[in-house]
């Protein structure tokens, strides 16, 4: 009994120690991405899928210091800069709606990494670069 508990336990930590890569979960199969930016931040996005559909999306970034930009909330102090008067975890929950809506492959961005549609551009200006990468990937890996 000891060793099976122990052996399950083995295998959440092996699971939960994989950046990237697919977990169960009772709301259906989640992929997950993490990406390294040039800044050493660190965005990972995650979807849910069950039965092929997208059920949910969450993305985050974690900078070199271990901070995440969504769990800073206004602290993080984008709102002063941003054309649209919004922080980073409201742009990035727009982000997640979005796709969650209309699919990972309607976001598309220009070289630089801003995206081009004004539906996007509406509610999320940030550069996306680094985000859809990952969010690509996990994408990827439900494929």
């Known amino acids: 009994m000891n060793k099976?508990?122990?052996?399950?336990?083995?295998?959440?930590m092996m699971m939960a120690a994989c950046s990237n890569g697919a977990a169960s979960t009772s709301a259906g199969k989640e992929y997950k991405a993490t990406v390294a930016g040039s800044d050493g931040t660190e965005y990972t996005a995650v979807l849910t899928k069950e039965d092929g559909k997208l059920t949910g999306v969450s993305i985050d970034a974690v900078d070199a210091e271990g901070k995440?930009?969504?769990?800073a909330g206004d602290d993080y102090g984008m709102k002063k800069a941003s054309a649209i008067n919004k922080e980073w975890y409201q742009q990035i929950e727009f982000l997640e709606n979005y796709i969650l809506e209309h699919g990972v492959d309607a976001v598309k961005l220009n070289a630089e990494g801003q995206p081009e549609g004004e539906d996007v551009k509406s509610g999320c200006t940030?550069?996306?670069k680094d985000i859809m990468e990952a969010v690509n990937e996990a994408n990827?890996?439900?494929k």
């Open 4 to 12: 099976k508990i122990l052996g399950m336990g083995l295998a959440a």
């Open 68 to 71: 995440s930009k969504k769990e």
């Open 140 to 142: 990827n890996e439900s």
């Open 126 to 128: 940030i550069n996306l």
